[in-house]
């Protein structure tokens, strides 16, 4: 079965410093991969998508990157967090139909 | 991107019916997808739909009019575990990009 590793499940991080979430996929090949946040009681907002290695496109503009530098790795990075980069981070792989989520990061950024 | 609305929150009494309404506006629709996200939770899987008409998993149904661009989560028998939040979501042709709403939080009273 398809499964994605995502860790940490929380963090907490000074405003300013860096960041690398980083998503591993297990039960599947050349997967389609995606980054979402979600804010506080709010429905998920799709960051970046990836259809393979090195390939990435970013859904909205922000403070943030994100890299795939294996087939089934998937980084989520920042050089800079700012307060409002807060959220719950989910990575998210494409299964057969549905998307599959690993467990999430609830990032505060103080 | 998706315009994907569904109302914020609703409340139903345990052992009742609820139905949960999603209405959408996209330029390539390539399905419709429920998911469950309990507080602090990554969203789980329910039902999707792409094709017109009804599709039934034991208590949980749902139905899709493409022409009309809605959908509706039909949860029946409810039990108090159901209490969580339900996420209407779009795959979109291009990529397969899931866009989700900002999701109907339900609250099972006894």
């Known amino acids: 079965s398809q499964t994605i590793h995502q860790w940490p499940a929380t963090l907490v991080q000074p405003v300013g410093s860096p960041l690398s979430l980083e998503c591993t996929v297990e039960g599947t090949s050349n997967p389609n991969l995606y980054w979402y946040r979600q804010a506080a009681g709010r429905g998920l907002q799709l960051l970046f998508y990836s259809v393979g290695i090195g390939q990435i496109s970013s859904e909205v503009p922000q403070n943030l990157s994100a890299s795939r530098p294996q087939d089934r790795q998937f980084i989520l990075s920042s050089k800079k967090l700012l307060l409002s980069d807060s959220g719950f981070y989910l990575c998210?792989?494409?299964?057969?139909?549905?998307?599959?989520f690993g467990q999430g990061t609830r990032l505060t950024v103080v | 991107g998706q315009n994907i609305d569904q109302p914020t929150e609703m409340t139903a009494t345990e052992g009742a019916i609820v139905q949960i309404n999603c209405t959408y506006q996209?330029?390539?629709?390539?399905?419709l997808f429920w998911y469950q996200q309990h507080a602090g939770e990554a969203p789980t899987f329910l039902s999707y739909?792409?094709?017109?008409g009804l599709e039934e998993k034991g208590r949980f149904s749902s139905f899709l009019s493409r022409s009309k661009g809605y959908s509706y989560l039909l949860l029946k028998e409810l039990q108090m575990k159901d209490s969580a939040s339900y996420l209407c979501?779009?795959?979109?042709?291009?990529?397969?990009?899931?866009?989700f709403g900002s999701g109907t939080k339900l609250n099972v009273k006894p």
């Open positions: 998210a792989g494409q299964g057969a139909p549905e998307a599959f």
């Open positions: 979501a779009v795959r979109e042709e291009n990529f397969n990009k899931f866009y």
């Open positions: 739909n792409v094709l017109d």
């Open positions: 996209t330029s390539g629709f390539n399905g």
